[in-house]
């Protein structure tokens, strides 16, 4: 019986997402036929759609998961997908799992020693063929069989677009990841030991180097007894496959779509931003390129990002006009009024911390705490980077989301963000997109969902209210 299934709020660290949409244009084409290549997860099937975006006719398509020849009705909503595409048509289309094996630990959700981090967003699969069967994340235990897709962040953590519980078990353990470690034939991806033996690595240039990009696959042992302490040594296969664009018998420029967490800052050089998305290098001219869901400012080390543009496949550079935040951006800075391992309170939010987060200085409570993050379908916060900013300063609170449903009362000049009331108060200046404006122009301008940026604010927490601010408005393209 298959069951998909949203998790719900409470099921915190443990998984997902992933994407890329490629668009559907034709680029200019190659003596292969290739008009453009990108990466990414599927969003819909029917033809394949990528994230929510471009579709795609697979009819004729080349279709593989994990190397194996499929048909299309393999493909299922969830899966990190690369392909090849000419004018809407997909020539290849290449499904990769992150890693398939058994639950080596469920705090935090562990699979053949890769930590995964579940948000509402995250689908699971249960396919067991039995209807009496029915899985839940809360029923899973340690040595039941998972596939997981999603992409990777910078700490080497799997945000899951999609669990799927393999109850009668897997006829492969596969994982994917960087090279740690490396002596002889022994090395770790996350916290996995792997010993290949006599296997000879392929596509890995002149040899097997630390810290390239690697798919190992191994025959399975018995999930019930394999722990997190041992070594996977029954390895059938090592393959180098970086993870940026890449493709063959193309023109030298076409287009390209590539989506994942930001590994590499940015850095600004002649005029123009360069960063790294996966092991993507990304560069752009901020004065042309269109930003959507986010600003400059939002492009920080674990920021989920789908780009857009030329792919240069002579020099691996892909030049952006479009980027795109595929997680909506929140900013937070407060008193923190509560601490625990998995969550920070502040401003009467909970938000949780997972193995995604990145904590900088010793959190304490009452401090000033700063968080970057996100806000998963499910209304839940993570935090994505959190600070502690030192003492207590109710009067320099900043909120930064979207604006909530229903919440814009354009004659008392107020709204809400995440439930918090935001009044004009006596001393507010509003901005739309850094312009000075009236409270009556901003107002006219405001929607729901509109990302709004409040800073230098005074948080009552009586009334739930922030007043007294420096409001912007942030439309975007």
């Given at each position: 019986?298959k069951?998909?299934?949203?998790?719900?709020?409470?099921?915190?660290?443990?998984?997902v997402?992933?994407?890329c949409?490629?668009?559907?244009?034709g680029?200019?084409?190659?003596?292969?036929?290739?008009?453009?290549?990108?990466?990414?997860?599927?969003?819909?099937?029917g033809s394949i759609?990528?994230?929510?975006?471009?579709?795609?006719e697979?009819?004729?398509?080349?279709?593989?998961?994990?190397?194996e020849?499929v048909?299309?009705?393999?493909?299922?909503?969830?899966m990190?997908?690369g392909?090849?595409?000419?004018?809407?048509?997909a020539?290849?289309?290449?499904?990769?799992?992150?890693?398939?094996g058994?639950?080596?630990?469920?705090?935090?959700?562990?699979?053949?020693?890769?930590?995964?981090?579940?948000?509402?967003?995250?689908?699971?699969?249960?396919?067991?063929?039995?209807?009496?069967?029915?899985?839940?994340?809360?029923?899973?235990?340690?040595?039941?069989?998972?596939?997981?897709?999603?992409?990777?962040?910078?700490?080497?953590?799997?945000q899951?677009?999609?669990?799927e519980?393999?109850?009668?078990?897997?006829?492969?353990?596969?994982?994917?990841?960087?090279?740690?470690?490396?002596?002889?034939?022994?090395?770790?991806?996350?916290?996995?030991?792997?010993d290949?033996?006599?296997?000879?690595?392929?596509n890995?240039?002149?040899?097997?180097s630390e810290?390239?990009?690697?798919?190992?696959k191994?025959?399975?042992?018995?999930p019930t007894?394999f722990?997190?302490?041992d070594?996977?040594?029954q390895?059938?296969?090592?393959?180098?496959?970086?993870?940026?664009?890449?493709?063959?018998?193309a023109?030298?420029?076409?287009?390209?779509?590539?989506?994942?967490?930001?590994?590499e800052?940015?850095?600004?050089?002649?005029?123009?931003?360069?960063?790294e998305?996966?092991?993507q290098e990304?560069?752009?001219?901020p004065g042309?390129?269109?930003?959507?869901?986010?600003?400059l400012?939002?492009?920080?080390?674990?920021?989920k990002?789908n780009?857009?543009?030329?792919?240069?496949?002579?020099?691996?550079?892909?030049?952006?006009?479009?980027?795109?935040?595929?997680?909506t951006?929140?900013?937070?800075?407060?008193?923190?009024?509560?601490?625990?391992?998995?969550?920070?309170e502040?401003?009467?939010l909970?938000?949780?911390i997972?193995?995604?987060?990145?904590?900088?200085?010793?959190l304490?409570?009452?401090?000033?705490?700063?968080?970057?993050?996100?806000i998963?379908?499910?209304g839940?916060?993570?935090?994505s980077?959190?600070?502690?900013?030192?003492?207590?300063?109710p009067?320099?609170v900043?909120?930064?989301?979207?604006?909530?449903?229903?919440?814009?009362n354009?004659?008392d000049q107020?709204?809400?963000?995440f439930d918090?009331?935001?009044?004009?108060?006596?001393?507010?200046?509003?901005?739309?997109?850094?312009q000075?404006?009236?409270?009556?122009?901003?107002?006219?301008?405001?929607?729901?969902g509109?990302?709004v940026?409040?800073?230098?604010?005074t948080?009552n927490?009586?009334?739930?209210?922030?007043?007294?601010?420096v409001?912007?408005?942030?439309?975007?393209?």
């Open positions: 019986m069951q998909i299934l949203n998790v719900p709020t409470l099921l915190l660290s443990t998984a997402l992933a994407a949409g490629a668009g559907s244009g680029g200019s084409l190659a003596g292969g036929g290739i008009g453009g290549t990108g990466s990414g997860s599927i969003t819909g099937i759609f990528l994230n929510g975006g471009g579709k795609f697979t009819d004729n398509a080349k279709i593989s998961i994990d190397g020849s048909s299309e009705s393999d493909l299922n909503v969830g990190t997908v392909l090849d595409y000419s004018q809407g048509v020539q290849q289309v290449r499904v990769l799992h992150q890693v398939k058994p639950i080596t630990s469920l705090a935090p959700l562990t699979v053949l020693g890769q930590t995964v981090v579940v948000t509402g967003d995250t689908l699971i699969e249960d396919d067991s063929p039995h209807p009496s069967v029915s899985v839940s994340f809360g029923s899973l235990i340690v040595g039941n069989e998972l596939e997981v897709s999603g992409p990777v962040d910078e700490q080497d953590v799997i899951a677009s999609r669990l519980f393999k109850d009668e078990g897997l006829n492969r353990w596969q994982l994917v990841g960087r090279v740690q470690g490396l002596l002889g034939s022994r090395f770790s991806i996350g916290a996995q030991a792997v290949f033996g006599v296997i000879s690595p392929s890995c240039g002149t040899g097997l810290g390239d990009r690697v798919v190992v191994a025959d399975p042992g018995d007894s722990s997190a302490v070594t996977l040594t390895v059938t296969d090592v393959e180098c496959i970086p993870d940026r664009l890449g493709v063959t018998g023109a030298t420029v076409i287009e390209g779509e590539f989506e994942g967490f930001v590994t800052a940015p850095v600004t050089s002649g005029g123009l931003i360069q960063f998305v996966g092991e990304v560069v752009f001219n042309t390129v269109a930003f959507e869901g986010g600003t400012e939002d492009i920080q080390l674990g920021a990002l780009v857009r543009g030329d792919f240069n496949t002579n020099t691996g550079l892909l030049k952006v006009d479009r980027i795109r935040f595929r997680e951006r929140v900013r937070l800075q407060g008193p923190a009024t509560l601490l625990a391992m998995d969550s920070v502040l401003l009467g909970t938000v949780l997972t193995a995604q987060t990145e904590v900088e200085g010793g304490t409570s009452g401090d000033q705490v700063r968080i970057n993050g996100f998963d379908n499910s839940t916060l993570f935090a980077e959190v600070k502690d900013k030192g003492g207590s300063d009067d320099d900043r909120v930064r989301g979207p604006v909530d449903k229903d919440s814009i354009a004659t107020t709204f809400s963000l918090i009331t935001v009044e004009r108060g006596v001393d507010a200046d509003y901005f739309i997109e850094d000075p404006a009236t409270a009556e122009t901003f107002f006219a301008a405001l929607r729901e509109n990302e940026s409040v800073e230098a604010a948080f927490s009586g009334t739930n209210s922030l007043s007294s601010a409001i912007e408005l942030e439309i975007g393209d």
